[in-house]
């Protein structure tokens, strides 16, 4: 079972309480709040969860959801919410539903809540605690590979064991076979080394949302192509700040589309290559991050690895 990591809402009766909100959905005044609050400011859970404080992931949408959203606010008072991302909406759905369906999500996905501890592979109750945010109303991690139960009666394949589920860039790694000591990137809205890093498609959507350089997001290799590098341009797009601004610098009067087009590019590639110079400082021994073979093996995945030029 592979998914989006993506959240929602139900109560016991099986009824949605709210839409689902998506990463980029950032409707969250709790971050400038908590960043003032807690000693260390946005990087105050990171020992714990390994994520920064940030509207991305779903422990501020869970308490914008619990402040904004009467239904969702009055089934927990009530302690009847169901919180989960897609994985458990379809797990509770399999296994019942509202007659006796299954509240579980796999680590994978639990891990993207900030809300969940690394070591423990459990919801870290002092976070919790923190963020005021009920144990009850989530569900059970599991194991990627633990059979969590059958398929309920009612369904076409009922019976089925379920198991084996995977989150988004998770599943992506799985996909691509990685062994121990290999890597792979995956270029779509983001670029994902196991950890989202940066800008990288959305960069592209800018230049064809916003500057209207390209009508499509297919358009940009054969733009950077008219030119042989980026003419001196050098664009960096924002990180983990929401106050954060990217830079586009070097433009001169000679600078054309096709430059910035060339430079945005590059920029994924910088973004990639940064956290992989970080992997082989920390993680593989001697400061090299190889496969059982020795070697450094990049396996690469998304809908812009179309792109001969950026690869």
Same mark, same amino acid.
């Given at each position: 079972?592979?998914?989006?990591?993506?959240?929602?809402?139900?109560?016991?009766?099986?009824?949605?309480?709210? *839409?689902?909100?998506? #990463?980029?959905?950032?409707?969250?005044?709790?971050?400038?709040?908590?960043?003032?609050?807690? %000693?260390?400011? $946005?990087?105050?859970?990171?020992?714990?969860?390994?994520? &920064?404080?940030?509207?991305?992931?779903?422990?501020?949408?869970?308490?914008?959801?619990?402040?904004?959203?009467?239904?969702?606010?009055?089934?927990?008072?009530?302690?009847?919410?169901?919180?989960?991302?897609? @994985? *458990?909406?379809?797990?509770?759905?399999?296994?019942?539903?509202?007659?006796?369906?299954?509240?579980? *999500?796999?680590?994978?996905?639990?891990? $993207?809540?900030?809300?969940?501890?690394?070591?423990?592979?459990?919801?870290?109750? &002092?976070?919790?605690?923190?963020?005021? !945010? %009920?144990?009850?109303?989530? &569900?059970?991690?599991?194991?990627?590979?633990?059979?969590?139960?059958?398929?309920?009666?009612?369904?076409?394949?009922?019976?089925? %064991?379920?198991?084996? /589920?995977?989150? @988004?860039?998770?599943?992506?790694?799985?996909?691509?076979?990685?062994?121990?000591?290999?890597? +792979?990137?995956? /270029?779509?809205?983001?670029?994902?080394?196991?950890?989202?890093?940066?800008?990288?498609?959305?960069? !592209?959507?800018?230049? $064809?949302?916003?500057?209207?350089?390209?009508?499509?997001?297919?358009?940009?290799?054969?733009?950077?192509?008219?030119?042989?590098?980026?003419?001196?341009? /050098?664009?960096? &797009?924002?990180?983990?700040?929401? @106050?954060?601004?990217?830079?586009?610098?070097?433009?001169?009067?000679? *600078?054309? +589309?096709?430059?910035?087009? $060339?430079?945005?590019?590059?920029?994924?590639? #910088?973004?990639?290559?940064?956290?992989?110079?970080?992997?082989?400082? @920390?993680?593989?021994?001697?400061?090299?991050?190889?496969?059982?073979?020795?070697?450094?093996?990049?396996?690469?995945?998304?809908?812009?690895?179309?792109?001969?030029?950026?690869?």
């Amino acid at each position: 079972m592979l998914n989006a990591n993506q959240y929602h809402f139900l109560d016991y009766s099986g009824s949605v309480l709210c *839409t689902c909100l998506l #990463f980029d959905s950032d409707q969250c005044h709790f971050l400038e709040k908590l960043e003032k609050e807690l %000693p260390g400011g $946005r990087t105050h859970f990171v020992e714990v969860c390994g994520l &920064p404080i940030s509207t991305y992931f779903s422990a501020l949408k869970l308490l914008w959801l619990m402040e904004n959203v009467d239904a969702v606010k009055e089934a927990v008072k009530a302690g009847e919410a169901l919180f989960g991302t897609i @994985d *458990t909406w379809l797990i509770w759905n399999l296994t019942g539903g509202i007659n006796g369906g299954i509240h579980a *999500t796999d680590v994978s996905n639990a891990s $993207r809540t900030m809300l969940m501890n690394l070591k423990t592979l459990d919801w870290d109750k &002092p976070t919790l605690k923190t963020l005021g !945010i %009920p144990a009850e109303i989530l &569900p059970k991690i599991v194991i990627n590979s633990e059979l969590i139960g059958k398929i309920s009666k009612g369904w076409a394949v009922s019976g089925v %064991p379920i198991s084996g /589920y995977f989150g @988004d860039q998770h599943a992506a790694m799985s996909g691509q076979s990685c062994r121990k000591g290999e890597a +792979k990137s995956t /270029y779509g809205i983001g670029a994902f080394i196991l950890l989202n890093i940066a800008g990288a498609g959305a960069a !592209i959507q800018w230049l $064809r949302d916003r500057l209207g350089i390209i009508s499509s997001a297919s358009e940009i290799e054969e733009l950077a192509l008219k030119v042989e590098s980026c003419g001196g341009i /050098y664009f960096v &797009p924002t990180w983990w700040r929401d @106050d954060a601004r990217g830079v586009c610098i070097g433009i001169t009067r000679f *600078t054309s +589309k096709a430059h910035i087009a $060339r430079a945005v590019l590059e920029s994924m590639c #910088f973004q990639v290559k940064d956290v992989l110079d970080s992997m082989h400082k @920390d993680v593989g021994e001697g400061g090299e991050v190889k496969n059982e073979k020795g070697e450094f093996l990049l396996r690469v995945d998304g809908g812009a690895t179309v792109n001969s030029l950026l690869m």
